[in-house]
């Protein structure tokens, strides 16, 4: 078991955010899986993203466990996922499993109120009050898909304001666990760009979890040997085993950077790790853990298996 802040994981081990994890159903079945240790839902804007099946799709690749996917947010509401995740907490009154609902915006205006109806609902299933928490949020800077908005996460100094929201949140309520989902980083002053833009907001750190990593965008897969592309859009982000190694390698130097003494005199040393990308076996979960995770998490897992990929997983 980890706690995250005031969430409780155990097992360690649960999906990522992904298109499996969009509605009622399939968020049920994650919540009822015995080897989830978590749900995550799909990434939620304050209204709802324009899915179009002509452009938003995703495609598994012939030859090896790997995705591209070329969507952007879920169609469905933030508002939607507060009625489905209170459904859920609610029909699993004795369960202490946690749910991390996935949402993104693109201002602090949208971010505050989005966090306000989170609230809202945490204040009515009195999870500021018992412990553990069973909700927490984890804000996505790292979506490669929106065409004219690039992923937040890779430049610090644009999420700032976006920061200074969480922040002014936790320090409000110390209960509200956060977290964030980053993109693939891929050389070291990124990582170092990423820590000192948590550190510059000059508050406690407001972070409880860093989910490393999002897709690696702008990859092409062909589909067949004529040469037509995977997905509509030629490139999308790329997921599974084709992007294990660059995921273990950003799990691997947070986790030597967070144990620096200066990242723990700021405050960091305690942010939990749940790493992603391209955990598809139990070797490769292992070496998520070994890399230095804390928790571990998958997408193109469980859109291949369903529900099973955790007993895949998990099971001794
Ligand atoms: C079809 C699909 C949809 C995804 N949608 C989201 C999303 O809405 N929000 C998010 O943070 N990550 C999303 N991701 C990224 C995954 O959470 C994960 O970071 C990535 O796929 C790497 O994990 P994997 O190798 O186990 O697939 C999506 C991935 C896939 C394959």
Partial sequence: M????????????????????????????????PYTGAVTTRTATLAGFPEDDAIHTVAFAADALTTINSYGYSPHPL????????????????????????????????LHGMLAAIQDLRARLGDATSAPSRIAVELNTSCPNIPGAPPSGYTFSSLQPLLRVLAAAHAGDPTLTLGLKLPPY?????????????????????????????????????????????????????????????????????????????????????????????????????????????????ATLFGKEGVRAFEILGKE
């Fill in 2 to 33: 980890v706690i995250v802040n005031t969430i409780d994981i155990n097992p360690l081990l649960l999906n990522s955010s992904c298109a499996w994890s969009s509605d009622l159903h399939q968020l049920t079945e994650l919540y009822d899986a």
């Fill in 79 to 110: 508002e939607q996922y507060l009625i489905w995740v209170e459904a859920i907490l609610a029909a699993h009154a004795q369960s202490t499993k946690p749910i991390i609902i996935s949402i993104t915006a693109s201002d602090p205006t949208t």
């Fill in 186 to 298: 891929t050389f070291r002053a990124q990582f170092a760009d990423a820590l000192a833009g948590l550190r510059a907001l000059d508050a406690p750190c407001p972070i409880a979890f860093l989910t490393c990593t999002n897709t690696l965008g702008n990859a092409l897969l062909f589909a067949d040997e004529a040469g037509a592309f995977a997905v509509p859009t030629a490139v999308g982000g790329v997921a599974g085993d084709s992007l294990h190694a660059l995921a273990l390698g950003n799990v691997y130097t947070f986790r030597q950077l967070l144990a620096t003494a200066d990242a723990r005199d700021a405050g960091l040393g305690g942010i939990k790790i749940i790493g992603v990308g391209g955990v598809t076996s139990r070797a490769a979960a292992a070496r998520m853990m070994q890399a230095g995770a804390d928790v571990v998490a998958c």
